[in-house]
């Protein structure tokens, strides 16, 4: 037989890893949209006028063999030490049946916010577990299920102090023992509010001139003290305390709630999380019960389910920001959901004796440490300790710095004249042995008594983690198959489309993820010297490089460690511009209707008054109401936020008039980022007049969404804002930091980095073509059995599409809700529900979805509406009916059936598999009985015991 020339490439990643329809499957695609090509669907979507003139372009796209050897060729530049910097960030050892059965486990890191709690159990309990944890090591009995990094939560706890105190008091008093990087980003936060930040020793609080205090324990410079004075005092003038706790020193520490403190915060990264150069980590916040209406962020409850079971479920602010906008408390958005649940598998795999051993074993290194030191006759500070010393050495501290980095030993520089030294888990005795010898002690023994330098007023008397799941039998085998039953209970994208509108849910590729998990990437410290974090250097100046060629903008920080970071930060950097150029009062930003609801959260947290614009009726911004508020915002109009393509899934055509209304006022332009997916390689939101985008690379960047966290959202400026980019986190920059790493969840940029090198230029401009087909073919598809609500003027949506289902809600007294709860017994997550139009579904299907996905998710939405049809004709009971009694469990399939449908049409309707069937695991949540019982730590163990069987 003759050889045969094929055009099929079997490197190529970006057509036939990454991108789902074949091409013979997208020439079907063609027939049902209308078009000949996908060239032609673009030039009917995208308006010309945005069009970018050259293609993206930045080298030859790499095969996924290739790319490994170069990720190992960028990781070999990383040089890393064993680290003594301390200062947040301390070594840790990830248990390996962790490692691999939640970090690098699709059916924990690809699933989205449990927004939907009956496909979510699994995470909702690991989560759980980790508020439980939280709020047993800190004596305070409500936490919530994570926030970004600790400097954040001091912010938001600063904040959020501020709110709840009966003070009068503008002014914050913050210990100077504090981490310089909590110090910096507190400051940031606290300008633009009108806060006072008063730095200071703690003997120097002066309770009755201040709203609030913070507190580090243990100090940074490694004091431990007991704060019950200072909160006693700070109770007696109206104000609150705060303390911000390591959770490993807590195992053997006075817990914050013992001292009456009514916040704490910190960072669970050394539960088992990677210092990753920085992040990302889980960082926590607990409170007295009083406040725990303010509390920011995701709070897990428990409810009941229809059956009236156990459920769980998120409580209280779910949607803070969408429902109060501009009077939002905080513009925190989702959690570090993934970390989290991490760092309570460590303590439910450790459980509470093994924890203390783990800090016993800390603390007791670092007496043997310091002990070493004082025989020597060196000045060792302070008196009471954790796990972390101050050596005053004098005019050597250069010379011991040297040495010990020449045994590949970082130590922290304080002052001129002192070192600090913090030991953590993995510090070995060869390590506290090479330190000695930095300091030029030779010795051969221990120091004969190593006792406890914890003295009992300092000790915890209380009990922690008292409750059965962490008392579980901790056998691997056991620990495997809990994690396991926790993920089958979840619908991930390991499983199925999850369709969102603006979440971008798309292919998280393992050749992507796997560097995150490799030793010279996962185990640097953030504040490492420069040149150990080379290859972390070039990752981010290169990443820097692509994408300001794919957004038309001269320069990036990629500080900000999440979308509503990216937002803050990005009207942080206007602000300044403003301020520098002598326009400090400009503070009016013009925001649509539809923006997402953290746009207007994050503008009133920078200071600036959020004037609302309307909508037109095709949904687009109303050009004339902005023209008219821009007018009379005049001087004082700071910026304008808009999202591109709107919210609304189509691309406006005005867009550059607004942005030039925007300037003509002397305003400048925030775009917002979230729907870069349909824009990538076909238009640039720097060349169609915007000024600052942030960019979400866990949306469109394939950084995993984890269950609700981590994501990244670096900005994007123009070059007359560079110098006002997030400053360092050590201070010392024109701009404050926003987080507490240089470039902040720095690890997970490396998947981002990853995706851009495997796609190249035409492989990200192919993904964005796609991503507008799948979505038109759907909304094509679906047409007549649904109204598409907003087209654009060829008829065509962007990236994503509105289903009204609000005529169903009168013709058959079926909502979204139960429109959204029947799909997942066809085993699909619902698309975006009620936003940006109340009772309507936002569908994104991505472009890493198959023609096949696509087609069983349409055969379930027309299913859905032939049901719909049979309550409108009368052929279906109105109240007992599939819609009303989804999602249906395998408890409703063997129970006695009463219903006037069938087991069959139940729960296997089209579209759902039969062999490889989802099975929620409960029935409907009741949302009202979880707000109103509210219960966020672990039920009884007798729970746990039924679901087992």
Sequence with gaps: MPFTPTTYRPYDFANRRHIGPSPEEMAEMFKVVGVDSLDQLIDETVPKSIRQADPLEFGKPLSERELIWHMRQVAKKNDVFSTMIGQGYYGTTTPPAIQRNILENPAWYTAYTPYQPEISQGRLEALLNYQTMVSDLTGLPVANASLLDEATAAAEAMAMAQRMSKSKSMSFFVDENCHPQNIEVM?????????????????????????????????????????????????????????????????????????????????????????????????????????????????????????????????????????????????????????????????????????????????????????????????????????????????????????????????RKVGDTKIGLSVDETTRSAVIEKVWAAFGITRQDDPDDIEYRIPEANARESDYLTHPIFHLNRAETEMMRYMRRLADRDLALDRAMIPLGSCTMKLN?????????????????????????????????????????????????????????????????????????????????????????????????????????????????????????????????????????????????????????????????????????????????????????????????????????????????????????????????????????????????????????????????????????????????????????????????????????????????VSVDDIAKRLMDSGFHAPTMSWPVAGTLMIEPTESETKAELDRFITAMLSIRDEIAAIEKGDMDPVNNPLKNAPHTVNDLVAEWDRPYSREQACFPPGSFRVDKYWPPIGRVDNVHGDRNLICTCPPLEDYAEAAE
Aim: aromatic letters at 6%; proline letters at 5%; one cysteine or more.
């Design 187 to 411: 400051k940031t936060r606290a300008e633009p509010l009108g806060i006072e930040v008063i730095v200071g020793a703690p003997d120097d609080l002066d309770a009755t001139a201040v709203f609030g205090a913070i507190f580090q324990y243990p100090g940074t410079y490694g004091h431990v003290r007991d704060f019950t004075a200072e909160m006693d005092a700070l109770h007696e003038n109206k104000a609150l305390g705060i303390v911000i706790a390591d959770p490993m020193a807590l195992l053997l520490l006075k817990e914050p709630g013992a001292m009456g403190a009514d916040i704490a915060v910190g960072n669970t990264q050394r539960f088992g999380v990677p210092m990753g150069a920085g992040g990302p980590h889980a960082a926590y916040m607990a409170c007295r019960d009083q406040l725990k209406r303010s509390m920011p962020g995701r709070i897990v409850g428990v409810s009941i389910d229809s059956h009236g079971d156990k459920a769980y479920r998120l409580s209280l602010q779910t949607r803070e920001q969408h429902i109060r906008r501009e009077k939002a408390t905080s513009n925190v958005c989702t959690a570090q959901a993934l970390l989290a649940v991490m760092a309570s598998f460590y303590a439910v795999f450790h459980g509470p004796e093994g924890l203390k051993a783990i800090a016993q074993r800390i603390h007791r290194k670092t007496v043997r440490l310091a002990k070493g030191l004082e025989a020597a006759g060196f000045s060792v500070q302070p008196d009471v300790y954790f796990d972390t010393i101050t050596v005053d050495v004098g005019p050597m501290q250069g010379l011991i710095i040297e040495a010990a980095a020449a045994r590949k030993i970082n130590v």
């Design 509 to 813: 590729a393992a050749v992507e993820m796997m560097p995150i998990t490799w030793h010279e990437f996962s185990n640097i410290h953030p504040y490492a010297p420069a040149e150990q974090l080379a290859g972390y250097a070039q990752v981010v100046e290169e990443l820097s490089e692509i994408l300001c060629q794919a957004t038309g903008y001269d320069a990036m920080s990629m500080q900000p460690n999440s979308g509503a970071q990216g937002e803050y930060a990005g009207l942080l950097t206007i602000a300044a511009y403003h301020k520098a150029n002598g326009d400090a009062h400009r503070n009016i930003c013009l925001i649509p209707v539809s923006a997402h609801g953290t746009n207007p959260a994050s503008a009133q947290m920078c200071g600036m008054k959020v004037v609302v614009v309307k909508s037109a009726e095709n949904g687009d911004v109303d050009v004339e109401d902005f023209r008219a508020k821009a007018e009379a915002a005049g001087d004082n109009l700071a910026a304008c936020m808009i999202t591109y393509p709107s919210t609304h899934g189509v691309f406006e055509e005005t867009v550059r008039e607004v942005c030039e209304i925007t300037h003509q006022y002397g305003g400048q332009v925030y775009l917002d980022g979230a729907n870069l997916n349909a824009m990538v390689g076909l238009s640039k939101p720097g060349e169609i007049g915007s000024d600052v985008s942030h960019l979400n690379l866990h949306k469109t960047f394939a950084i995993p969404h984890g269950g609700g966290g981590p994501g990244m959202g670096p900005i994007g400026v123009k070059a007359h804002l560079e110098p006002y980019l997030p400053g360092n986190p050590l201070g010392g920059d024109i701009a404050g930091p926003v987080s507490a790493a240089p470039n902040g969840s720095a690890s997970i940029l490396l998947i981002s980095y990853a995706y851009c090198l495997a796609m190249g230029g035409a492989g990200l401009t192919q993904a964005t073509k796609v991503a507008i087909l799948n979505a038109n073919y759907i909304a094509k598809r679906l047409e007549g059995a649904y109204d598409v609500l907003f087209k654009g003027g060829k008829g065509r949506v962007a990236h994503e599409c509105i289903l009204d289902t609000r005529p169903y809600a009168d013709s058959a007294h």
